[in-house]
């Protein structure tokens, strides 16, 4: 069963302006990870953060945390339209692998 | 510096033949996992690999669906008697470690039974 749960599926926005996308999950967890997906390409590994921090930055990436609410953000500001694009949330707990969400579809338009 | 390799990139297959995925780790990595994804869905774990040992196949069908990681060259998916719905991307990831590190994925094989 999936644990990430990522809202919303899709988005749409105009360049220049910020993208958020959030993920919530079921159960507790060692660390979030967030993924992106070009069209027809395998997922790259945008940023981890682990069950103890609540925010981490990756240039124009903002990840947030919230384990009391079991949920996680994914902010991308100053969009391009390079960042259209599908957007994963990955849980890791021990003992099991890293579970993925269905996705957040975002479309950048220039 | 390779990444993960994975090939044939797309692979057609009638009903009923065998399909082999193959799929070459980063160098230095040991831990293999193979995940599936179907149209506008995430990724469903089917199986993680270590060097010669299955560690965990719990989300890989039992009939027809069978891995391996041998001591030397790639990982290989083999699906028996192939069938319409396993029509899917077959992605495969490694990772140095066992669930600390982040996954490095392939570009993944298509397949498509007809």
């Known amino acids: 069963s999936q644990q990430g749960e990522e809202d919303p599926q899709a988005l749409s926005i105009q360049e220049g302006e910020n993208a958020t996308m959030n993920c919530s999950y079921k159960?507790?967890?060692?660390?979030l990870q967030w993924y992106r997906q070009n069209s027809g390409r395998g997922l790259v590994h945008l940023i981890l953060?682990?069950?103890?921090?609540r925010e981490k930055h990756s240039g124009r990436l903002r990840v947030t945390l919230d384990t009391s609410k079991k949920s996680s953000s994914l902010l991308i500001t100053a969009s391009r339209a390079a960042d259209t694009a599908s957007y994963f949330c990955?849980?890791?707990?021990?003992?099991?692998?890293?579970?993925f969400g269905k996705g957040t579809r975002l479309s950048v338009i220039a | 510096n390779a990444g993960v390799m994975q090939n044939p990139r797309h692979l057609v297959r009638r009903r009923g033949q065998e399909a082999r995925l193959r799929c070459s780790p980063m160098k230095g990595h040991s831990h293999v996992y193979w995940y599936r994804q179907l149209p506008e869905e995430g990724l469903k774990f089917m199986v993680y690999?270590?060097?010669?040992?299955?560690?965990?196949e719990s989300g890989m069908p039992k009939e027809r669906f069978s891995a391996e990681f041998p001591k030397e060259g790639p990982s290989i998916l083999r699906i028996q008697q192939v069938v319409r719905g396993d029509s899917a991307a077959y992605f495969c990831a490694s990772s140095p470690d066992r669930e600390r590190s982040p996954l490095h994925f392939g570009n993944g094989t298509r397949l498509t039974v007809t």
């Open positions: 953060i682990r069950s103890n921090e």
């Open positions: 990955a849980t890791a707990t021990s003992g099991t692998p890293l579970v």
């Open positions: 690999l270590q060097k010669e040992n299955i560690i965990d």
């Open positions: 159960t507790s967890i060692n660390n």
